[in-house]
């Protein structure tokens, strides 16, 4: 079985400020990918990052850095300089040769 | 535009009625990937398709169906619908397996009644 699990069902942060959304895993392959997916208010899903576990050097996309913690199994999402923009809902996912598992999301709102 | 391009993006339909769900997978992308949004839950894996062939089953229920045409775009079939089948069904593709991640298309967003 394979499962994502975010514990935060929402936070804020204000616009500038840096945030971090936690996301724990559990999978039984040796080979898989992680995922963290935006969905803004348009519902459109929108994938933020991706990460190899085979990789040990944290992926970074401009703003968007992760922190794998392999044998914690621990994918966390930090967003610096928080922009309006980055309101919305925030999936991890975890993807094997099979299947790719979504968490239950965290709703991030960017405040003024 | 992410290339994946679903149609309808929205439909109204009367309970027991069928309906059918169609996708275009981005150009050069041979799996695609069915997913139901119920309102305010994380997306549930419904099934996969790979150059034709079915590859992977999840939580689908039997009332549901899908297929992958030559031309690589796919169909989901919803019949004897229920109140409770209302949700976004989304459809992704990608090149092959997950390793790089899906891309979405912008769902069909149905609605029983």
């Known amino acids: 079985a394979q499962t994502v699990t975010q514990s935060q069902p929402e936070m804020s942060v204000q616009e500038a400020e840096t945030v971090t959304l936690s996301c724990t895993y559990d999978t039984s392959e040796n080979n898989y990918y992680l995922f963290w997916y935006k969905q803004p208010p348009s519902r459109q899903m929108i994938l933020v990052i991706r990460?190899?576990?085979?990789?040990?050097q944290n992926a970074t996309e401009n703003r968007f850095s992760v922190n794998f913690q392999k044998a914690a199994k621990s994918f966390s999402l930090k967003i610096s300089d928080s922009q309006l923009g980055d309101t919305a809902m925030y999936f991890c996912?975890?993807?094997?040769?099979?299947?790719?598992?979504f968490g239950t999301g965290t709703r991030l709102q960017v405040t003024l | 535009d992410s290339g994946v391009t679903q149609t309808p993006k929205h439909l109204i339909t009367a309970t027991g009625q069928r309906v059918t769900l169609r996708c275009s997978p981005r150009?050069?992308?041979?799996?695609v990937y069915w997913y139901q949004q119920s309102l305010d839950q994380g997306l549930q894996f419904l099934i996969q398709y790979y150059n034709g062939e079915e590859r992977a089953k999840g939580n689908i229920l039997e009332r549901f169906s899908a297929q992958q045409f030559p031309d690589l775009h796919s169909e989901l079939n919803l019949s004897s619908l229920e109140l409770g089948d209302s949700a976004l069904y989304f459809c992704?593709?990608?090149?092959?397996?997950?390793?790089?991640?899906?891309?979405f298309g912008s769902g069909t967003r149905l609605t029983v009644v």
């Open positions: 150009s050069g992308d041979l799996s």
């Open positions: 992704a593709s990608s090149v092959q397996g997950q390793n790089y991640g899906y891309t």
């Open positions: 996912a975890v993807g094997t040769a099979s299947k790719l598992t």
């Open positions: 990460q190899e576990a085979y990789k040990q």
